[in-house]
């Protein structure tokens, strides 16, 4: 990402969280935040579950695995794939390489690169599956303006396509579709021309991200297991309401949980997700009925329990050993 624009985001994400922590009063967040410190723990123990279905998604799309790369290597390797995002200022891509690294001396580098890939194109499509079934209550909870109307109407149509499309063309190869479709934007033809020079390796990661449909259904159970995971990490913000003391209130729990992820997605240029989480929450809560100066302090919460798993990832990292190369390379 270009300097200028980390910076930029830097300093906007760094205003808006001062922003929020003085609007909201430094002393009633310590307040919350101190009063409601228990829901951690459950937080940590509700996301070992949401990583536990990382690790188990993933080996699900390896098909013929060899038995080395077992659930715990895949759950370690996860959970510190993990604490390398947390801390990579931008897109929160810095725990991929760890994790082609990690499972290359057990499944050789093609399949490896191609297997974390395919994962990283599950974790998107859950994302969305998950994003579509928040719809229905965010329609029903969230004010019946037309701004919000329009908003959730184009949210559903964008995901219903993007979705579809991305489901259709796992099998065929979506890679290669995807510069054909990039080439008739002339605006990026320079981009396409760049992809098409690599188009060998575009289509050796179509053949890896394809690999799993050689075993019926198990993509199926793959696509499951993520969306279990995304639907179990919601719950972060039952506990978290339940906390603050506004109650166990599931419903919009899953819309804030949901909703917030769009608002750090489309402000992805944030490093950290500094301000972008804070700011989402503040007005998801707003939106909601619900104090906004709580959502800051929701917000930080979460923030504690992101903070607790890049330590234990950063501990796992430090702990795992070198995995003996026992596969063949591909």
């Not at 070198?322 to 390379?329: E, G, V």
Request: contains cysteine; charged residues 15%; hydrophobic residues 55%.
């Amino acid at each position: 990402m270009n300097r200028v624009i980390r910076i930029g985001g830097f300093i906007l994400g760094a205003t808006l969280l001062v922003f929020l922590v003085i609007h909201s009063g430094p002393a009633m967040l310590w307040r919350t935040i101190t009063g409601s410190a228990w829901v951690v723990g459950p937080l940590v123990l509700i996301w070992g579950v949401v990583y536990a279905c990382n690790a188990r998604a993933w080996q699900l799309l390896i098909p013929d695995r060899p038995p080395e790369f077992t659930f715990l290597r895949a759950f370690l390797l996860t959970i510190s794939s993990f604490a390398m995002n947390f801390t990579t200022p931008a897109l929160s891509l810095g725990g991929e390489p760890l994790k082609m690294a990690g499972a290359t001396p057990l499944l050789g580098r093609e399949r490896a690169v191609g297997s974390v890939v395919s994962f990283r194109f599950l974790h998107s499509v859950s994302h969305m599956v998950v994003l579509l079934s928040a719809i229905i209550p965010a329609a029903i909870l969230l004010p019946h303006t037309p701004a919000i109307w329009a908003m959730l109407g184009g949210a559903t149509i964008f995901l219903a396509g993007a979705t579809t499309f991305l489901l259709s063309s796992h099998r065929d190869g979506v890679f290669e579709r995807g510069v054909s479709l990039l080439g008739r934007v002339w605006l990026l033809r320079a981009l396409v021309e760049r992809l098409e020079k690599n188009r060998g390796r575009l289509q050796e990661l179509d053949r890896e991200l394809s690999a799993v449909h050689t075993a019926p259904g198990q993509f199926k159970w793959a696509l499951a297991t993520e969306v279990a995971g995304r639907i179990a990490g919601t719950l972060e913000f039952a506990v978290i309401l339940y906390g603050l003391g506004l109650g166990l209130d599931i419903p919009r729990a899953f819309v804030i949980a949901n909703l917030g992820s769009v608002f750090t997605m489309l402000l992805f240029f944030m490093p950290f997700e500094m301000g972008a989480k804070e700011g989402g929450a503040y007005l998801i809560f707003a939106w909601l009925g619900l104090d906004p100066k709580l959502g800051t302090s929701a917000a930080l919460l979460s923030r504690v329990r992101e903070l607790a798993w890049a330590v234990i990832g950063i501990g796992a990292l430090l702990l795992m050993g070198p995995a003996k190369p026992r596969a063949t390379s591909r």
